[in-house]
């Protein structure tokens, strides 16, 4: 977690193709194995919504 324990965000891309945005304390501590790739940390959610925008645009991931 970063230094003023406010949440960083990733963005893990599921088996079934579609990416979803999870708090650093939801990814973190787990074994890479649990996700099929992962992107972050991002300091918002904000940041996380528009790079996974740029991740379906750019085929990696399939919109919900």
Do not use: H
Not at 26 to 50: H, L, M, T, Y
């Amino acid at each position: 977690m970063n230094p003023d324990n406010t949440p960083t965000w990733y963005i893990i891309k599921q088996s079934n193709g579609q990416c979803e945005i999870l708090p650093s304390t939801d990814v973190e501590g787990k074994e890479e194995s649990a996700f099929v790739e992962r992107w972050g940390p991002f300091n918002s959610p904000q940041d996380a919504i528009a790079r996974r925008v740029g991740l379906i645009r750019a085929g990696k991931c399939q919109p919900a």
